[in-house]
Nanobody, 124 residues
Framework: DVQLQASGGGLVQAGGSLRLSCAASGFTFDDYAIGWFRQAPGKEREGALCISSSDGSTYYADSVKGRFTCSSDNAKNTVYLQMNSLKPEDTAVYYC?????????????????WGQGTQVTVSS
C-alpha cells in the first residue's frame, strides 16, 4: 500500500522553527517528486509550497522562499520541510504529496498520493 506519513507538527512561537518529515512507502520513491502543501482553517489548500523533484531539484513558492527548505533523504525515502522564522499566518495543516516525475510546484490536482497531514500552530 502507498503511504505518506507526515509528522513533526506542533505549537511554536512566532519566529521559531519546526522540521516536518514525510516518510514514503509503497511506491518507487526515485520516480516521484514530493511536494508540501498546507491548508489553513476555513481556507482552500494552497498550491505547493515547495517540491523535491526526482532529479534532486527543489522549487519554492514565493510565499516561503528564504524561510522554508525542502530536502530529501532518498536512502530513507523521507522528505523534510524545515520551516524557520515562522509566522502566525503559517498556521495550517501541512500535507506531503507525491507526484510522478513532477519538476514544477503544481497544484493538488497534479499529485497522485497524499499523506494525512500534520498540524502546525504558530502563536503570536
Amino acid at each position: 500500500d502507498v503511504q505518506l506519513q507526515a509528522s513533526g507538527g506542533g505549537l511554536v512561537q512566532a519566529g521559531g522553527s519546526l522540521r516536518l518529515s514525510c516518510a514514503a512507502s509503497g511506491f518507487t520513491f526515485d520516480d516521484y517528486a514530493i511536494g508540501w502543501f498546507r491548508q489553513a482553517p476555513g481556507k482552500e489548500r494552497e498550491g505547493a509550497l515547495c517540491i523535491s523533484s526526482s532529479d534532486g531539484s527543489t522549487y519554492y513558492a514565493d510565499s516561503v522562499k528564504g524561510r522554508f527548505t525542502c530536502s530529501s533523504d532518498n536512502a530513507k525515502n523521507t522528505v523534510y520541510l524545515q520551516m524557520n522564522s515562522l509566522k502566525p499566518e503559517d498556521t495550517a495543516v501541512y500535507y506531503c504529496a507525491a507526484g510522478v516525475n513532477l519538476d514544477y510546484l503544481g497544484v493538488p490536482y497534479d499529485y497522485d498520493y497524499w499523506g494525512q497531514g500534520t498540524q502546525v500552530t504558530v502563536s503570536s
